[in-house]
């Protein structure tokens, strides 16, 4: 599988925003559904948005619901997490995945990390305070 590309983090002051960025190359996102995951120092990797194949629905983790906004434009094959009101306990290295299965993204809840097949290398968020 092709693994998509993240871009976009950097180092922010608290209440800050970033944009991060997923492209593929090479394939379509448009029948797949796509997450952002993080991971912070020494913890697990946890979900953190989430966005249906085709734009219909979206998820949130609770601790992001109100400051982080997940979209997508197929046409360009990039998925965008919109961060705003950062706080320290952002800083991660944030992932992009795709779902392995298509048409998917009716999510009830966190989906499953196993859900997703290809992943990207992850960038890097520090949010200082």
């Known amino acids: 599988q092709v693994q998509p590309v993240e871009s976009g983090g950097g180092l922010v002051q608290a209440g800050g925003s970033l944009r991060l960025s997923c492209a593929a190359s090479?394939?379509?996102?448009?029948?797949?559904?796509v997450g952002w995951f993080r991971q912070a120092p020494g913890k697990e990797r946890e979900f953190v948005a989430g966005?249906?194949?085709?734009?219909?629905?979206?998820n949130y983790a609770d601790s992001v619901k109100g400051r982080f906004t997940i979209s997508r434009n197929n046409d360009r094959n990039t998925v965008f997490l919109q961060m705003n009101n950062l706080k320290p306990d952002d800083t991660g290295v944030y992932y992009c995945?795709?779902?392995?299965?298509?048409?998917?993204?009716?999510?009830?809840?966190?989906?499953?990390?196993?859900?997703?097949?290809?992943w990207g290398q992850g960038t890097q968020v520090t949010v200082s305070s």
């Open positions: 090479r394939r379509t996102f448009s029948p797949y559904a």
């Open positions: 995945a795709i779902e392995s299965v298509p048409y998917g993204g009716s999510w009830y809840g966190p989906p499953p990390q196993s859900r997703f097949g290809s």
């Open positions: 966005i249906a194949w085709n734009g219909g629905g979206t």
